[in-house]
């Protein structure tokens, strides 16, 4: 097979022009010839009835049997390249997807795990289909595959990538809260930088093993580690946390430890944390003892602050060439004190005071040309290519200075 063929956005693609160019074909046909005889035999011009003939027999055999043919032109043409979706050429790279309330696990021959697909480029790729709680439906548009996952049955897709890139993954069945963000990417990498990441070991990437696991079963789509209590409660500082839950409907005071978070990952609906909706599912067999203690160590002992060093970030992106940290008037105002400081600036050509806090930081980050600051040049550069996070890190740090 040709490496650079996108075989089955090819296949659903021609079918689509040839339904959609022969559908266009008969109703520009049908519409000039209407516009035709209606302007031809208009009443003005022929009041009475013109023609004699009561029945063709020719006639009629011809517009049954053509319309018929197209029809059956547009099913036959359509269910070759259907069953070229369903037959998978020989040697392809399997690999498992888990779809789950709400994030896409992907689940390796050798034991890997991710949460985006890593698949190599130029090769046939099956992906085997299930679900853990309710129909999902893996949904990849760029290769034209879409089949829903249902629990308790196993279906699949297969693609073949014609180059490196990501692709967009979704859910495209409606499964709840968190349906919309049930989005991730198929990562496609050319064959040898596919090998290295399939062979590389956990211990190679220097992210806690821990923390590699709560993303890669997709924990972190409803957790957060910085203390924001979205859908769930967050992770962040919960060693030793005194936490209300409810258990077997009586209220209880508890100490986050080592056994209750084993508890509420191998059995969520035994202890339910209040003011949280009891939504997330059993981790059973998918994660083993040992991946468990890892996790439960991440959560208890791994860094519960954002993992983003706010300083480094301030060095690497070179805020220091015009903002000085002692109070010294460089390019641009110190950093020094700045957390609750006033600051006259001028924002659309009116002069305003302000208290400088979080807000008005990450504006002036963002977007710095929106509020001059009196006294500066407006030179300073947008820095949007910072994640919002980044920014948080860096904000963070600005207020302690
Ligand atoms: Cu899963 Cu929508």
């Known amino acids: 097979m040709n490496p650079l063929t996108n075989p089955t956005a090819q296949g659903v693609d021609a079918v689509l022009i040839y339904i959609f160019g022969v559908s266009l074909l008969l109703l520009l046909g049908i519409t000039v010839a209407t516009i035709y005889f209606v302007i031809k035999y208009r009443r003005s011009k022929y009041p009475e009835p013109t023609s004699e003939a009561h029945g063709s027999l020719w006639l009629e055999a011809v517009w049954t049997l053509l319309p018929t043919l197209i029809v059956l032109t547009m099913f036959w043409y359509g269910w070759t390249h259907y069953l070229g979706l369903r037959d998978v050429p020989a040697g392809a790279f399997e690999v498992k997807a888990n779809g789950r309330m709400w994030s896409w696990q992907f689940q390796y021959e050798n034991g890997r795990t991710s949460n985006k697909l890593y698949v190599p480029t130029g090769k046939p790729i099956k992906v085997k289909l299930t679900s853990s709680d309710v129909i999902h439906s893996f949904f990849m548009p760029g290769f034209r595959i879409k089949r829903d996952a249902v629990p308790g049955m196993e279906s699949y897709v297969w693609f073949q990538a014609p180059e490196t890139g990501s692709y967009d993954i979704f859910c495209a069945e409606y499964c709840g809260t968190g349906h919309a963000d049930m989005i991730t990417t198929a990562e496609v990498l050319s064959a040898e930088d596919f090998e290295r990441w399939y062979e590389k070991s956990a211990a190679a990437t220097g992210v806690a093993r821990g923390r590699e696991l709560l993303e ?34 009586l209220e209880q ?149």
């Open 216 to 249: 890669e079963h997709g924990c972190l789509g409803c957790h957060s580690f910085d203390g924001s209590n979205s859908i769930a409660p967050t992770f962040g500082k919960l060693k030793g946390l005194e936490r209300e839950i409810s258990h077997e409907g």
């Open 253 to 401: 005071k508890i100490i986050v430890d080592a056994e209750y978070l084993r508890r509420a990952i191998r059995a969520p609906g035994a202890d339910l944390v209040e003011d949280f909706p009891p939504i997330m599912p059993a981790y059973g067999d998918e994660i083993s003892e040992t991946d468990l203690d890892e996790i439960i160590n991440y959560l208890l002992e791994g860094e519960s602050k954002p993992l983003i060093d706010g300083n480094k970030l301030i060095e690497e992106n070179g805020c220091l060439g015009c903002h000085s940290t002692d109070g010294s008037k460089l390019i641009g105002p110190s950093f020094k004190g700045l957390g609750g400081r006033s600051s006259e600036v001028k924002r659309d050509g009116q002069e305003l005071k302000l208290k400088v806090g979080a807000d008005y930081l990450r504006r002036a980050i963002r977007n710095p040309g929106h509020e001059i600051v009196a006294d500066y040049p407006a030179i300073m550069p947008a820095y949007d290519h910072l994640s919002d996070e980044e920014i948080e890190a860096i904000v963070e740090e600005l207020l302690k200075k």
